[in-house]
């Protein structure tokens, strides 16, 4: 059975919410010359945050799979896919941020990045660990999910204050 595993709803928000507080005013500041370039170019940018925040990972009986969308492969973001059976170990690389990231780790010296900002994040890692037979118990979410609430909370701040000063 193929099971799907989308971006985290918190991650996503608080892109799109942080790349709206940042440039929803830009199209009402602008020369009256740039206003109809203004507005494409956020409809554009606003398009690209979506359509980059859409990647996923798919799991089935016999391999793993990263998809990204057309535009994090044209910004260099890869596919990749691997056979269950092809994974040795999930390594981890502490972050400069103090966490920590994790690898599969291949017989064939690959390492492939372990997303670790998943909708349904736990089920993921029981899949993982049934059809690997590698313990997960230490793998979490790169960064606290409150990290990303609070983000969103603030951009969303931000949106309304610009919105009241807008209007008065």
């Known amino acids: 059975m ?69 535009i994090s492969k044209l910004l260099g973001k890869k596919n990749w ?3 269950w059976k092809d994974i040795k170990l999930i390594k981890s690389l502490p972050t400069s941020q103090g966490s920590k990231v994790y690898y599969f780790n291949t017989f064939q010296g690959d390492n ?23 313990a997960i118990n230490e793998i979490s979410y790169i960064s606290p999910l409150w990290t990303y609430k609070l983000l969103t909370l603030l951009s969303v701040l931000m949106i309304i204050g610009e919105i009241f000063a807008f209007l008065n």
């Open 112 to 134: 492939f990045l372990v997303p670790q900002r998943l909708e349904n994040f736990e089920k993921f890692l029981l899949i993982v660990s049934k059809n690997t037979g590698i």
């Open 81 to 83: 896919e691997i056979s």
């Open 2 to 70: 193929i099971e799907k595993f989308k971006t985290l709803f918190f991650v996503k928000s608080s892109l799109i919410s942080l790349y709206l507080a940042l440039t929803i005013p830009l199209p009402f500041i602008s020369i009256d010359k740039l206003k109809i370039l203004s507005i494409i170019i956020f409809a554009l940018g606003l398009y690209l945050i979506i359509n980059i925040t859409s990647d996923y990972v798919e799991t089935c009986s016999s391999k793993i799979s990263y998809k990204s969308s057309f």
